[in-house]
Nanobody, 125 residues
């Protein structure tokens, strides 16, 4: 069982930055692909970014590419999402997710079996 706890959300003006953190319990974190998803009001949850177990490769949705950066610290059991040049359309609840051990990373939500509770990010114009 893995518990994920996100933090770092808040209210920021357009053009600003935030860093989200997701702390995982247990001793299997380093063997799991991790991802961030988001859900805006009235919309379906969507993929934002993913990172492989070692942290050596990452992938981003086109809407955030060049502005958001995902990275992980396996010694601290934590994955991060650095969000720069935020836009009002980035307003959403952000969720981190952990995939099964030793699996290939994915953009699909159903590839991840543990989810955090979400953290609200609001970007004002």
């Amino acid at each position: 069982q893995v518990q994920l706890v996100e933090s770092g959300g808040g209210l920021v003006q357009a053009g600003g930055s935030l860093r989200l953190s997701c702390a995982a319990s247990g001793r299997t974190f380093s063997n799991r692909p991790m991802a961030w998803f988001r859900q805006a009001p009235g919309k379906e949850r969507e993929f934002v970014a993913r990172i492989i177990q070692s942290g050596g490769s990452s992938d981003y949705a086109d809407s955030v590419k060049g502005r958001f950066f995902i990275f992980r610290d396996n010694a601290r059991n934590t994955v991060y999402l650095q969000m720069n040049n935020l836009k009002p359309e980035d307003t959403a609840v952000y969720y981190c997710a952990a995939g099964p051990q030793a699996t290939v990373w994915s953009r699909r939500q159903n590839a991840y079996d543990y989810w955090g509770q979400g953290t609200q990010v609001t970007v004002s114009s």
